[in-house]
C-alpha cells in the first residue's frame, strides 16, 4: 500500500473561517510534508515533520498550523486566510526525512479556494 | 536561484512521436526522482535513480542519471495521448548542502500529447 489519503477533496472557505486539512498514510513512514503548489508549478516545501517533531518550517505565515497527532496523521489548521492562499495544497510521506534517496509519496491534493 | 533547471518547460507533440525531458544542476545528488501529475491531483512517482550512470525503464519511458549525479533526463518513445501532464524532476540530499529531508524540484514540463 502506497498511498496518501488526503480530506477533504475542495475547500472553499472565507477570510474568517478556520479550517483544517487531513492527511494519513499507513505505510509505516516516520517522515511527513505539506507543500503548497499553484497552478502549473513545482510544489512548494511548508513544513516536514519527522518522527511525530516539526524539523522543517519554511517560513510559513502563523495562519497555517501543521499538527502532527501521530505517525499516520498530519493536520494543517487554516485561520484567517488570504485569496492568494488558494492553492492546491499536498501531503507527502517517506520513509525518512533523511539525508539519501528516500522516496516521496504524495497524496491527490486538496484544493482550496479562499473568497 | 533555481538549483535544478528542468526543459523544455512547455511540449506539444503528436500521438507516436518521440520526446526527451531534462534536468540539470550544478549540484550533485544522492538521487533522483521523477513524477507524473494530472490536474487536480497529486504527483504520482515514476521512478527514483540513485546511481550514477544508472538507466531505468519502464515500458515506454526511459530515465538516465548522469555519471556525476547532477543531470537526468527522460526519455518517452511513441508518446500517447494518456502521456499528457506534468512531469517534475526532484533531486534529494543536495551532496554538501543542508538540504535535510527536503527535495529540489525543476520547474516541470508541461507535456500535451495530441491525438
Known amino acids: 500500500d502506497t498511498e496518501v489519503t488526503q480530506t477533504p477533496k475542495h475547500l472553499v472557505m472565507g477570510m474568517t473561517n478556520k479550517k483544517s486539512l487531513k492527511c494519513e498514510q499507513h505505510m509505516g513512514h516516520r517522515a511527513m510534508y505539506w507543500y503548497k503548489q499553484k497552478a502549473k508549478k513545482p510544489p512548494e516545501l511548508m513544513f516536514v515533520y519527522s518522527y511525530e517533531k516539526l524539523s522543517i518550517n519554511e517560513s510559513v505565515p502563523s495562519r497555517f498550523s501543521p499538527e502532527c497527532p501521530n505517525s499516520s496523521l498530519l493536520n494543517l489548521h487554516l485561520h484567517a486566510l488570504q485569496p492568494e492562499d488558494s492553492a492546491l495544497y499536498l501531503c507527502?510521506?517517506?520513509?525518512?526525512?533523511?539525508?539519501?534517496?528516500?522516496?516521496?509519496?504524495f497524496g491527490p491534493g486538496t484544493r482550496l479556494t479562499v473568497l | 536561484t533555481q538549483l535544478l533547471e528542468q526543459s523544455p518547460q512547455f511540449l506539444s507533440i503528436q500521438e507516436g512521436e518521440n520526446l526527451t525531458v531534462y534536468c540539470n544542476s550544478s549540484?550533485?545528488?544522492?538521487?533522483l526522482q521523477w513524477y507524473r501529475q494530472e490536474p487536480g491531483e497529486g504527483p504520482v512517482l515514476l521512478v527514483t535513480?540513485?546511481?550514477?550512470?544508472e538507466v531505468k525503464k519502464l515500458k515506454r519511458l526511459t530515465f538516465q542519471f548522469g555519471d556525476a549525479r547532477k543531470d537526468s533526463s527522460l526519455h518517452i518513445t511513441a508518446a500517447q495521448p494518456g502521456d499528457t501532464g506534468l512531469y517534475l524532476c526532484a533531486g534529494a540530499g543536495i551532496i554538501g548542502g543542508t538540504s535535510y529531508g527536503k527535495l529540489t524540484f525543476g520547474q516541470g514540463t508541461i507535456l500535451t500529447v495530441h491525438p
Open positions: 535513480v540513485v546511481t550514477g550512470g
Open positions: 507527502a510521506s517517506s520513509r525518512l526525512a533523511g539525508f539519501g534517496s528516500d522516496e516521496q509519496f
Open positions: 549540484s550533485v545528488f544522492s538521487s
